[in-house]
């Protein structure tokens, strides 16, 4: 349906107050140049802009991008041309209001539309330059020129548009394929910027309705949930290009696109008033929050983007918080207050990229504003385990830490690697382990180039060569991937493991507590001829590891428990060019150099049914682990390729790979449980994360005499041997939850 339908047409002055709203989207508006708060963002941005003028050749333009058959090299111009034109629409700037800064931007345009972006040429590389990287930026930059472009000028850079960008719906180059997620967002900003560029309603209308998809009659809104393929699910997820876990990139992009949208739109004719906008506002908590941890937004959902040089965790989180208060601006109650709180908080917490240090002028301004209300509170970063069914992927998160995994399967790509970008991905996938404790730029600071592709932490792999990722995103053929979350605090997460062209096989779980993640391999075996590995950790750090006696400690990062590990202390040495190549996001040549400790487990050639287990203890303090070490909490009930379990204290976390028993639980079919005792209550949660189980029961050695809570999805039979019967089937690897009355208090003998 359509966003807002305007009931009359539109007026001369509709379109000029919709050019202020854009420049003040694009320039921060009215301000005071003298005003403290603007003078670094002011002084960056013309500090950029002269450098890029100073560097300008006729004929050339920027020597560093050879344009001739590279599409991406137009963007980057383009785009070096838009801030340049945003320096000269910024009062406070030097270039603000200059005539040959305008003649210079305007020659160059000229140069790009006569040779190299036209409406008479064909798309040739990657057609995303052409569709949306180039008209993102050329859109933009014709609105910040203004009158400064005569009629023709104007007339022919907005045909180019017309061109490549007609619409939101459909791919120029081919037709048949609808657009969806992020590039249908991108799009339709883009479609707005040209609208009001060129004062064109038509261009406005399908800026508005595209983003809810009129045309197909909302199939691949940006407003709707996604059952399949690319955008936003109803348990957090977000994908695209079908199959790869992205929030973090194209999630981001299509947030932000939507903010500019939105914000430019807000109170015009052609405001979006679809109900089902709430589906991004929904996000920003939903989606995003989980995976920010001090301002920085986790590389666990960046797909390949986490090869950019340019482009960090700590890069990509404060695109999201400028996005989120943008979004806060135009957003209804309780959304906007919530916006900033959630802004505010990562802002304090940023200590990785201090976010007024890099905010561009608008951004400053809306950041600004925020940090001195008194009124608002900054959030606290999330407390919590949050499983993400539709992309494999688990946050476990306390007080000063965050661990994420990053699994796959048959419906979830374990990497990504396209466009000369992740060239080294190969396990990202196959259950990287995260660890947000200690240093906050420890995987934002040359962390892809250095560290060793073969040992990522919390992998299980053959230590074969791999070549050079080009154009693949591999599935790999497990069904099972995935995790159960109980009471949003604690869970277990799982995946069976199938090597990547080879015959690598192993059942991995994780069993996420309140101060440990205790981590379980079994059923390891290969027949290549090959060394196995399962690592540990492999954390960069000037620190000084203090080894014991079946226990580590890295200071800064926390404690290990273990077995059997082995540990390297070495420099590493690479380049950001080896392992991206792409057109606009290619990266030096200039080595660069990381000390790492690595801990890891050795297999042996060709396992056969090996096992391993391990506990990190993020934060914890020498003596803390060394204590762990020795009470031993944590009791490994089972760990073989059929059952894999843990008790400590109250909690019991368990994968049945098949049906078992272990603790007080038994399963008749395969499935995940995460269990709490508490006084005379039995709070226990299960999920499928094969998809495969229609019905499980789960038979409690612990008698229940009546139900609390349950799950419509949950059924229990009462007595001294309760039985909980739970329909699985369909439900999208869901948690699924029930609490029951205990008949009598704890018993002793179960609280180890």
Same mark, same amino acid.
């Given at each position: ?5 305007? #009931? ?33 963002? /002011? ?28 599409? &991406? ?7 070096? +041309? ?25 020659? *160059? ?58 619409? *939101? ?59 399949? &393929? ?23 992009? +299509? ?5 500019? #949208?939105?914000? /430019? ?46 482009? =960090? ?38 200590? %990785? ?55 796959? =399967? ?39 180039? #250095? ?68 981590? +379980?391999?079994?059923?390891?075996? =290969? ?59 290619? %990266? ?12 890891? !487990? ?14 990190? !203890? ?36 368990? #994968? ?27 709070? /226990? ?68």
């Amino acid at each position: 349906m359509r966003s807002s339908d305007a #009931t009359r047409p539109p007026a001369p002055h509709d379109f000029e107050s919709l050019r202020a709203t854009a420049l003040t989207l694009l320039t921060g508006g009215e301000l005071d140049a003298s005003d403290p708060v603007c003078a670094r963002p /002011l002084a960056t941005l013309s500090e950029r802009a002269g450098g890029r003028l100073a560097q300008m050749v006729p004929g050339l333009i920027w020597p560093d991008l050879p344009l001739e058959g590279r599409p &991406g090299h137009v963007t980057s111009s383009y785009g070096r +041309l838009r801030m340049i034109a945003t320096a000269w629409a910024t009062p406070g700037t030097a270039q603000h209001g200059d005539d040959a800064v305008a003649a210079k931007v305007i020659d *160059a345009l000229d140069l790009l539309h006569e040779r190299h972006y036209n409406e008479r040429l064909n798309e040739s590389g990657n057609w995303w330059f052409w569709e949306i990287g180039t008209p993102a930026e050329l859109s933009r930059a014709c609105v910040l020129l203004g009158d400064r472009l005569d009629v023709g000028r104007l007339k022919a850079y907005l045909a180019a548009i017309d061109r490549f960008c007609p619409d *939101a719906d459909r791919r120029a180059w081919r037709p048949e394929a609808s657009e969806s997620g992020a590039n249908r967002a991108d799009k339709a900003a883009i479609l707005a910027f040209r609208g009001v560029a060129g004062r064109d309603a038509d261009k406005l209308v399908l800026a508005r309705d595209g983003l809810s998809d009129v045309r197909d009659g909302g199939r691949n809104s940006v407003f709707g949930y996604a059952e399949s &393929g690319d955008g936003f699910y109803r348990d957090g997820s977000f994908i695209q290009h079908g199959t790869v876990a992205y929030t973090g990139s194209y999630g981001l992009s +299509l947030l932000i696109a939507v903010a500019e #949208t939105l914000a /430019l739109l807000h109170g015009s004719p052609w405001e979006i008033t679809d109900p089902g906008r709430r589906v991004v506002l929904d996000a920003v908590e939903r989606s995003f929050a989980p995976f920010v941890h001090d301002g920085l937004l986790m590389d666990t959902v960046r797909g390949r983007a986490v090869s950019r040089q340019e482009f =960090s965790d700590g890069v990509a989180g404060h695109g999201l918080t400028g996005a989120v208060l943008l979004l806060a601006q135009s957003a209804p109650e309780p959304y906007r207050s919530r916006f900033r709180e959630l802004a505010k908080g990562w802002i304090e917490r940023g200590a %990785a990229r201090p976010y007024l240090e890099h905010a561009d002028v608008p951004e400053t301004r809306r950041a600004v504003e925020v940090l001195d209300d008194k009124t608002v509170e900054a959030a606290l970063g999330p407390v919590g385990h949050f499983v993400f069914p539709s992309m494999d992927r688990v946050v476990h998160r306390r007080p000063g830490w965050s661990v994420a995994i990053s699994m796959s =399967s048959q419906r979830v790509s374990a990497y990504e690697a396209i466009n000369g970008e992740n060239r080294h991905g190969w396990y990202t996938g196959d259950g990287m382990t995260y660890v947000y404790s200690g240093d906050p730029d420890h995987y934002g600071h040359d962390f892809w180039p #250095t560290v060793d592709p073969y040992r990522l932490p919390g992998t299980t792999v053959d230590t074969r060569r791999r070549e050079d990722l080009d154009f693949s995103a591999y599935r790999p053929a497990n069904a099972w991937a995935g995790g159960v979350a109980l009471e949003g605090r604690y869970g277990v997460a799982a995946m069976e493991l199938r090597g990547d062209g080879v015959s690598l096989r192993a059942r991995k779980s994780w069993m996420c507590l309140d101060n440990a993640v205790v981590a +379980l391999g079994s059923g390891i075996t =290969s027949h290549d001829g090959r060394t196995v590995e399962t690592v540990v950790d492999n954390r960069a750090t000037e620190a000084q590891p203090y080894v014991g006696d079946g226990w580590a400690h890295l200071p800064g990062v926390g404690g290990y428990v273990f077995e059997g590990i082995r540990m390297l202390t070495d420099t590493r040495t690479g380049r950001w060019r080896d392992i991206n190549t792409g057109d606009d996001t290619q %990266a030096a040549f200039e080595p660069v150099s990381r000390r790492y400790v690595t801990f890891w !487990l050795d297999h042996g050639t060709d396992p056969a049914e090996d096992a391993y287990t391990y506990v990190l !203890l993020p934060g914890a303090s020498r003596a803390g682990t060394r204590s762990f070490r020795g009470r031993r909490p944590v009791r490994v009930l089972s760990n073989t390729d059929r059952l894999q379990a843990v008790e400590v204290r109250r909690l019991f976390g368990a #994968t049945f790979w098949a049906a078992g028993s272990a603790g007080i639980v038994s399963a008749d079919a395969p499935c995940v449980v995460m269990l709490r005792r508490a006084s005379e209550r039995v709070v /226990l949660a299960v999920a499928d994360p094969s998809r495969t189980v229609d019905v499980v029961r789960l038979t409690l050695d612990r008698a229940a005499r009546g139900v609390r809570n349950a799950d419509d999805t949950v059924s229990v039979q009462l007595g001294k041997r309760p039985v909980v019967t739970v329909a699985l089937g369909g439900s999208l690897g869901r948690s699924h939850s029930v609490e029951l009355t205990a008949y009598e208090p704890d018993n002793p003998r179960y609280d180890r």
